[in-house]
């Protein structure tokens, strides 16, 4: 009687992996042919569903999102000039102002008395110098950049009316009750007729009464205003109508 010949189960499960491709979502991942490795069917299974699982385990990453910018900022005069001030401290130890001026843009049309560009002109008598530093919480395109920038220095002449110095304790009324006060005396009724009208603020001394004074000029320009009140700045007090 014959004997019948078995074949080792060991022997029998092993098999040549000629080769192998796998569909992700990755891509498509290949085995090469081994022309001469052997490795048991359970192995190869046990390969594939481990790289089966790494490519799960790193899906694609969305698009990160581009963070929006900030809006822009609104300040008062004594708001923004108490940030320039630091800075122009630093220019020099002895500095005064002479001008605290809003400048309209976009993103502000100066009503309540806040502005999102302000600038401040100082002198300093031992730099023999003037020097301004402008505040921007502005986003539009022709803006200075946000946060506090020098301007260009120039010569210093304390005979010179337009820069004449005040002292910051004159400063206790801001430009928002300054606005507030100039409504009661014609603004109103300039902005009642024409919504559109920006507001814009000059603070300077005034040589002539002794008086720091706050402009609130209603149009694009102090040349072109339709209507421009003076308020004192110390007192918030009505002092006339310029214009």
């Known amino acids: 009687m014959k004997m019948r010949t078995f074949v080792p189960l060991e022997i029998a499960a092993v098999t040549t992996i ?32 481990a790289l089966l699982a790494a490519c799960e385990s790193n ?4 698009p990160e999102a581009k963070p929006e910018p900030k809006p822009p900022e609104l300040l008062t005069g004594r708001a923004a000039f108490q940030k320039v001030f630091i800075a122009a401290r630093n220019y020099a130890a002895d500095v005064k102002p002479f001008r605290i001026e809003s400048t309209p843009s976009t993103d502000g049309n100066g009503r309540d008395g806040k502005s999102a560009i302000w600038r ?7 730099q ?15 803006a200075p950049s946000r946060g506090v920038s020098p301007g260009n220095e120039d010569t210093y002449n304390p005979n010179n009316a337009s820069t004449q110095v005040f ?7 801001d430009s928002d009750q300054a606005f507030t006060e100039a409504q009661k005396h014609g ?9 559109a009208t920006p507001v814009i603020y000059v603070c300077d001394w005034n040589h002539n009464t002794n008086e720091l004074t706050w402009h609130v000029i209603y149009g694009e320009s102090r040349d072109t205003a339709k209507l421009t ?4 700045a110390s007192t918030g007090a009505f002092i006339r109508v310029e214009k």
Do not use: C, Q, Y
């Open 59 to 62: 899906p694609a990453r969305p």
């Open 128 to 142: 023999h110098g003037v020097k301004p530093f402008i505040w921007s919480g502005s986003n539009a395109p022709d």
């Open 167 to 173: 002292d910051v304790a004159f400063l206790k009324v």
């Open 18 to 49: 000629r080769a192998a491709s796998i569909e992700t979502s990755a891509g498509r991942i290949v085995f090469a042919r081994r022309a001469r490795g052997r490795m048991t069917i359970s192995a190869a299974l046990l390969t594939i569903v």
């Open 187 to 195: 603004g109103d009724k300039v902005i009642e007729k024409d919504p």
């Open 120 to 126: 401040a002109s100082f002198a300093s008598p031992m």
């Open 229 to 232: 009140v003076a308020i004192n």
